[in-house]
């Protein structure tokens, strides 16, 4: 289940587990330090035992199957956009993932600009003028293209770590 | 302190002055001087001076609503004019989803601004229901007959137009029915108006109980009455007349300390091929209604 060898993502929802039946007593919820510690150390042994660009791969398509299957287990998968943005500002509400606000869409051109105020990965991060959301740009390329059926992918253009107090993506429809 | 470095430092604190008094002083030039500690003074303010005059500058475009002005976030204040950057951009695409009718909208974390804007949405949504209801009320004063609820003359008659192109079009088929009280005037001047009223009303309601949702029924005249039956032939529009007909014969109207018994007369007819419009099939309703009340009343007559 978690270690066969794979060469394409096999990630199900129920790998997660019945947490409630697991942890009767500590329930849920965890600490923001503990999950940036979890990426962190893990960016940080991949890059160690590869490079910058795999560790961002890894990162951008693990955050893909994380959006594909949010989308399919906590969203209603309304082909509407703005109840689709509604469940998804709540979704992200409800599990302390961050504020997700939208800029601007242009679904003709199927343009979008995103924001992410109080991020998850990276809000209270040091400046290090680098952008650091790289789960978050495949998370939110995942949610995309799970909503639309069609493959998009996700930029991110200002981070917390490079000065912003918001993190700014840019989501596009790839081959648009 | 050497005569020289008093007078760098005299520069500085005058460039530092400028600024304060909303003046843009030059950059000071810091060429040729030694590497000190006032150089190193120096070279602060000229930064500082730079982010200083990029923020007054990109305040100043957010203040007359150039949200795309590219703020370099090197001071706090920067930090907290880009925060200020996307949420007016979050607010403007706000702003045009509630112009599209999405008065789920909300805005957070603006303090009166927020409880402001929100309890104007929720009063455009409010006023929108409003109108809505009042659209409603309106369409349902305009479409309906007061005294009985059923549909009014004008209404039934656009149905049936729509009804008749549509059974054309498609080679579907409809019936009419075409109904009269009978000896409603007696009724009416034998007990008064308002037992006359309540016998209209019970042989409305009973009318209702036979027929079918996708049945129309009108209130066409003071005691005629229309029924269009859509997707019903000759038989199963004999079915529906004749258990109207029987309905009411064996209706019982309670009026104060009397009971009032009554019939009605009723012609029924079908869409036909040679039909060249829907006034053939009313016409040839009423022919049938006509001969229903010659014949006898209390009767059922096809055409």
């Given at each position: 289940?978690?270690?066969?060898?794979?060469?394409?993502?096999?990630?199900?929802?129920?790998?997660?587990?019945?947490?409630?039946?697991?942890?009767?007593?500590?329930?849920?919820?965890?600490?923001?330090?503990?999950?940036?510690?979890?990426?962190?150390?893990?960016?940080?042994?991949?890059?160690?035992?590869?490079?910058?660009?795999?560790?961002?791969?890894?990162?951008?398509?693990?955050?893909?199957?994380?959006?594909?299957?949010?989308?399919?287990?906590?969203?209603?998968?309304?082909?509407?956009f703005d109840r689709f943005i509604a469940e998804l500002q709540e979704t992200l509400r409800?599990?302390?993932?961050?504020?997700?606000?939208?800029?601007?869409?242009?679904?003709?051109?199927?343009?979008?600009?995103?924001?992410?105020?109080?991020?998850?990965?990276?809000?209270?991060?040091?400046?290090?003028?680098?952008?650091?959301?790289?789960?978050?740009?495949?998370?939110?390329?995942?949610?995309?293209?799970?909503?639309?059926?069609?493959?998009?992918?996700?930029?991110?253009?200002?981070?917390?770590?490079?000065?912003?107090?918001?993190?700014?993506?840019?989501?596009?429809?790839?081959?648009? | 302190?050497?005569?020289?470095?008093?007078?760098?430092?005299?520069?500085?604190?005058?460039?530092?002055?400028?600024?304060?008094?909303?003046?843009?002083?030059?950059?000071?030039?810091?060429?040729?001087?030694?590497?000190?500690?006032?150089?190193?003074?120096?070279?602060?303010?000229?930064?500082?001076?730079?982010?200083?005059?990029?923020?007054?500058?990109?305040?100043?475009?957010?203040?007359i609503g150039d949200m795309d002005v590219a703020i370099v976030a090197k001071l706090p204040?920067?930090?907290?004019?880009?925060?200020?950057?996307?949420?007016?951009?979050?607010?403007?695409?706000?702003?045009?989803?509630?112009?599209?009718?999405?008065?789920?909208?909300?805005?957070?974390?603006?303090?009166?601004?927020?409880?402001?804007?929100?309890?104007?949405?929720?009063?455009?949504?409010?006023?929108?229901?409003?109108?809505?209801?009042?659209?409603?009320?309106?369409?349902?004063?305009?479409?309906?007959?007061?005294?009985?609820?059923?549909?009014?003359?004008?209404?039934?008659?656009?149905?049936?137009?729509?009804?008749?192109?549509?059974?054309?079009?498609?080679?579907?088929?409809?019936?009419?029915?075409?109904?009269?009280?009978?000896?409603?005037?007696?009724?009416?001047?034998?007990?008064?108006?308002?037992?006359?009223?309540?016998?209209?009303?019970?042989?409305?309601?009973?009318?209702?109980?036979?027929?079918?949702?996708?049945?129309?029924?009108?209130?066409?005249?003071?005691?005629?009455?229309?029924?269009?039956?859509?997707e019903t032939g000759r038989e199963g529009a004999l079915i529906v007349a004749e258990r109207?007909?029987?309905?009411?014969?064996?209706?019982?109207?309670?009026?104060?300390?009397?009971?009032?018994?009554?019939?009605?007369?009723?012609?029924?007819?079908?869409?036909?091929?040679?039909?060249?419009?829907?006034?053939?099939?009313?016409?040839?309703?009423?022919?049938?209604?006509?001969?229903?009340?010659?014949?006898?009343?209390?009767?059922?007559?096809?055409?």
């Amino acid at each position: 289940m978690f270690k066969e060898e794979r060469k394409s993502p096999q990630f199900d929802w129920s790998h997660l587990g019945d947490i409630e039946w697991g942890r009767p007593n500590l329930g849920p919820q965890t600490a923001v330090a503990v999950y940036r510690l979890m990426q962190f150390t893990l960016r940080d042994a991949i890059i160690s035992h590869t490079d910058v660009a795999t560790a961002n791969r890894i990162f951008y398509d693990a955050g893909l199957s994380a959006g594909k299957a949010i989308h399919e287990h906590l969203l209603r998968n309304t082909h509407d956009f703005d109840r689709f943005i509604a469940e998804l500002q709540e979704t992200l509400r409800t599990f302390a993932i961050g504020i997700l606000r939208v800029e601007s869409s242009d679904l003709l051109k199927h343009r979008f600009v995103l924001t992410v105020a109080e991020d998850l990965d990276c809000s209270g991060l040091p400046m290090s003028d680098e952008l650091a959301c790289t789960f978050d740009e495949g998370f939110i390329a995942g949610l995309f293209s799970a909503h639309f059926g069609k493959q998009f992918t996700a930029r991110e253009t200002d981070c917390w770590c490079t000065g912003d107090r918001v993190c700014r993506f840019e989501v596009v429809l790839v081959d648009a | 302190m050497e005569h020289e470095d008093i007078e760098r430092l005299d520069k500085i604190s005058g460039h530092l002055h400028a600024l304060l008094h909303n003046e843009q002083p030059a950059l000071l030039d810091l060429t040729g001087q030694q590497e000190d500690e006032i150089r190193q003074v120096g070279e602060f303010v000229n930064t500082f001076t730079e982010a200083l005059s990029s923020l007054t500058k990109a305040a100043h475009h957010l203040s007359i609503g150039d949200m795309d002005v590219a703020i370099v976030a090197k001071l706090p204040a920067g930090h907290h004019l880009k925060n200020l950057q996307a949420t007016l951009r979050h607010l403007t695409w706000q702003t045009g989803q509630i112009a599209k009718g999405d008065f789920s909208q909300r805005v957070e974390f603006l303090g009166d601004f927020s409880h402001s804007f929100n309890w104007m949405v929720e009063q455009l949504e409010a006023y929108r229901q409003r109108i809505l209801g009042q659209n409603r009320e309106l369409e349902r004063l305009a479409t309906t007959d007061p005294l009985t609820g059923v549909y009014n003359r004008r209404y039934l008659m656009d149905f049936a137009t729509k009804e008749f192109l549509r059974s054309q079009r498609y080679s579907h088929v409809f019936s009419a029915i075409q109904m009269d009280i009978d000896y409603f005037k007696k009724i009416n001047d034998a007990h008064g108006h308002a037992v006359g009223d309540e016998v209209i009303k019970a042989f409305t309601g009973t009318c209702q109980e036979v027929l079918r949702e996708s049945d129309v029924l009108g209130r066409v005249g003071g005691e005629e009455f229309s029924i269009i039956l859509p997707e019903t032939g000759r038989e199963g529009a004999l079915i529906v007349a004749e258990r109207i007909r029987q309905a009411i014969a064996d209706l019982k109207v309670g009026a104060e300390d009397r009971i009032i018994r009554f019939t009605v007369s009723i012609g029924v007819t079908h869409l036909r091929q040679e039909d060249a419009g829907l006034e053939a099939v009313l016409r040839r309703a009423d022919e049938a209604l006509y001969l229903a009340k010659n014949g006898g009343r209390n009767k059922v007559v096809t055409a």
